[in-house]
């Protein structure tokens, strides 16, 4: 469905995309991960066609976007990471609008945006004025204006930004709902959770170039710590951690307060060892929880760095 | 294709007639001002026009101080009322008063007396205002003439006259300096005089003819406004109307730019350009509902003007729509290529606000360009603000046809084009990644 081909976009001498490569299925869901800076938003602007690359190119369906007015674009929906809306108009017509943009009219542009609101869980909002909306509303708003023309293809520039919970979880219901009728979407983030629920494959880049392009189990099988045990210790002092390091299915352990972090490989045959270490030596805890590596230990790694706040 | 262009013309629109302070800006404050400007530059020359106010200190309180006193407040431009020396002296510099006249003590007598015989002239002294100098070349051209009227009078036909040609007939006979050719001929000059006087006074004439009612302007100025036509008084709301009409939509014009700076600020930018839409369409749809604001603030602004001042497009109808027709185009690739060369919304608000006073300033809106030097004057020619404003004048209170529109018409349309190209060629279309 989209063939991305060694793309290359520099501005000035900082290089944003230094050759990337990745192919989406169609109906697949991929996610395209990285720290701030990595080259995302730019991937998804050639993708999308605003901008043009110095070099390589994208196939949609076979075939590059030939100009601004390609009837290619009507493949396309693209949810920008700004809330792209006008606040002064009403949410019907903001959808109106986007969708006249793809030459909807009469009753198929009426259509289009009653399905759109009812994606998005904002009928009774319609005539109201974006302006008066919540951070959370406008986000799925700005994810419904991309729908209009019915798009085979959703680029989601980290369409969860700045939301509460609540209108986090709407807005992947709807993407799931999306899934489910076939579409194909490319989502970017820096979330491993978001990227966990979702996403069928995850690109992960970092200064311009592609570090892993694997299914999310791929790449935690890459982690030699790919599950983190969390314990709440009822006293975690003069704990000895080089000992706990030293057992063979420990891959890291730290303890910040009484609160230890435990780095396993295999959770169901590592696990076990490390709970009886805390038990033979008289380690009690209230609380534990197993959970997934964040996308910073995966970084970690892949790229023996931290993660760039830029 | 038209459905695109409808929507993203109506949105642009929706959007203007929604921003409260932006229709306030375009329909409401040129209204205003222009009324403002229009009452006080002479409106529709039917109210009064406001008088100069003059002091007079009659030191002197003779016969022709008094006159000239009586034929200064029979002026209908001036305010004149007597004062002391003191005061006078500080309600000029109070601004109370544009200037002070002092008549010096003798001055009649004097005055008489410098008329005939070389003898030193009496002095009036002016007090004015430095920021009155207009009024106060205006009152001493009305003064000058005032005090010829008044002396020569009472020298051919008062008491003060008699005695004076006589002290004077006296003087000469006793010159011993006079050539005797020279004496003769002003012995005869004054002799007739006292002879002239005396039978004025015998047949009771005061004011018959000849000199007797002084020396006066040897011509009367007959005044006609060269307006329209025959009998159309000059409307001074015609060009007031005109000018701020041409000020505010330009700010007009600033907006576009802004809006479409802000779109960008705002990542509708992207959304716009992710649609498949030629970029054409793009710039010329905001060109489009750039140019129907322009026309609609234009309409809005005369028709009040017409309905409430009596405008009249006294020209032709058709060049006065041409004019408006370029003005707007003008106006809206102004406002791309203020989007064009901006970087963002708020530093280029400034800057674009001083460029388009600068226009409006050199094209007339505000003063008339005649004032403006010559070489000023020239330059303004290179001034689109200059063609509308002309433009809108031909058609508006000086009643030319369509001929005199064409010119101001092509420069404005020749000022678009180069505006746009301009627009167009800096034009950032990448939508930042």
Redesign the interface.
Known sequence: MIEVKDLRKNYGTNVAVGGISFQIERGETIGLLGPNGAGKTTTVAIISGLLRPDSGEVLIEGRAISGDSDPLKHKIGLVPQDLALYDELSAHDNLSFFGALYRLDGPALARAAAAALDLVGLTDKAKEKVGTFSGGMKRRLNLAAALMHDPDILLLDEPTVGVDPQSRNAIFDNLETLKKRGKTLLYTTHYMEEAERLCDRVVIIDHGKVIANDTLHGVYRLIPAANMLLFDLDNAEGMSLDELRGLPSVRSADVTGNNLRVGVGNLSTDAPAVLQWLQSNGRAYSHVVSERPDLETVFLNLTGRKLRDS | MM??L???VR?DL??FF??RRAVIMSFVAPIVIASFFGYIFGGSQTQETSKIAVLMVDQDASPISTAIFADLQANKSLDVKGSGLDAARESVRKGNAALAVIIPKDFGAEAGRAFFRPEKKPEIAVFYDPSHSAEQQMVQGVLTGSVMQVVSKEMFSGATGESVVKESLAAVDQSAGLDAGDKRSLHDLLQSVEQWNQRARATGATGGGGLSGGVRMPYEVREEAITARTGVQYNGYAHSFGGMSVQFILFVGIDVGIGLLLQRQ???W??????????G?LLGSRAISAAITSMLVLLVVFGFARVVFGVKIEGSMAGFIGVCLAFSFMTASFGLLVAALGKTPEATRGLSILVTLIMVMLGGAWVPAFLFPQWLQTVTMFVPTRWAMDGLDAMTWRGLGFSAAIQPIGALLLSTVIFGVLAVSRFRW????
Do not use: Q
């Not at chain 2, 992207?270 to 970029?279: G, Q």
């Not at chain 2, 990448?430 to 990644?433: I, K, S, V």
């Open positions: 459905i695109a409808r929507a993203l949105k929706r959007l929604a921003d705002r990542g509708l992207k959304r716009l350009r992710a649609a498949p839409l030629s970029r369409l990448d939508a930042e990644g």
